[in-house]
């Protein structure tokens, strides 16, 4: 009979129905695993964090007198909570020195490191190796190397610095 | 005889379309009155078919002879459909789960193999800060140097430094050590700042702030002049869990 012959091939179906099940239970576990891995996400928030500190402190340091309204805007885009308030207190007086100094500051990240990361409480610390190059009128561009310190807190809008400054030289050195 | 072959006919299409619910149905009278409620006429159909089963020898004869040889055939096809039929759907089956497997795997794989995922910087604290530590170490040790005493500084260029990084101490270091014994120097070097950039399994990469003090003894007033520097390190570790410097990136600048 018909019988004979096709029900081999209905055990063979089976079996590889139950391989194939088997592939997708253990292929869709892993896949959940990884998606939903901790210090994967931490990781990520690691690196999300690095490259809006690395841009925000490079945006605090380019400046350009022709064209200081845009620039003094995304310097308070760049920043929250003190560092904000800092900003927008001294944007007229700073307005005016730049204006003056006819400068146009550009930076370049040299290299940036996360040193802390509380994703939860959503702060930060990054340090960021900054060449600053000014330009001033009738002047050489003067190039500037700076050890950057900055603190970032998160934001609706994403990471912020709340707090920038240079790392202090000489005899404060405590380690 | 137009009955039964209407009954037959009946039988066929309900194999037809039940082809699915047939792998349960060994016996006809369950599928005679399942389908009781198809059509008009059905009572007649019923009937038949249900003395066919239950009385099969007496009354009905001939006529409930050939109606069972018809029975038993259309079952023969239902059998052999289900037969065919049961392959394909789990066949069908293996391709979905396959290709299921195969988009998880490869999901799953490319979120793990992630460079930012596979960067065990800060992720692992231990490993962090072992390589915080073991770097503040490394670099205090190879940028200090006091003329009077060199044997640290030569342990400190024969154990932690590797590759490359061995000809950069080399250069950063000459003038340091062509002038100490004249200027009675002694250069201490402390890390004030590091981030540990990556991590990737023995290999790392530090960033490294660093103040420099260099006290000259040699004048008749001692001078000490300090220094700012920042750099970037690549790590290596090595046999006993030690890690070596193995490249010096000052971007650029003399250090």
Known sequence: ?175 | MSTTRHLVNRQRRLAHAGAARAAATETPPERGKRSSNASKGVNSLKSKAGSEVRAPSLSAGTRSASLRAATERSLGVLRRRVSVLAPVVLCLLVVLLGAFGALAATRADSLRSDPAARNAALTDPARTSEVKGQTAKAVAALFSYNYADTAPADKAVSTLLTGRAVQQHRDMLAAVRAQAKDQKLVLTTTVTESGVEMIDGSRARVLVYADQSSTRTAGKKPETTYAAAMFTVDMVRGSGATWQISGIDTFGQGS
Do not use: C
């Open chain 1, 1 to 175: 009979m018909a019988r004979m012959t096709i029900q081999p091939l209905l055990i063979a179906a089976m079996v590889l129905t139950l391989l194939a099940g088997g592939f997708a239970v253990w292929a869709g576990w892993s896949w959940y695993g990884a998606a939903h891995d901790g210090s994967a996400a931490y990781a990520a928030s690691r690196d999300k964090v690095l490259a809006a500190g690395e841009q925000a402190v490079q945006n605090l340091s380019t400046l350009d007198h022709k064209d200081l309204a845009h620039g003094l805007d995304m310097w308070q885009d760049s920043t929250t909570g003190d560092l904000h308030q800092q900003l927008a207190n001294g944007r007229s007086e700073f307005e005016k020195q730049v204006q003056q100094a006819q400068t146009v500051t550009t930076a370049k990240v040299l290299d940036g490191a996360v040193t802390e990361l509380d994703d939860r409480a959503g702060r930060a610390r990054v340090m960021v190796a900054l060449r600053i190059t000014v330009q001033a009128p009738k002047e050489k561009p003067a190039a500037k190397d700076s050890r950057m310190l900055g603190e970032l807190t998160r934001t609706p809008a994403g990471w912020k610095l709340s707090a920038l400054g240079q790392a202090p030289v000489g005899n404060s050195a405590a380690n």
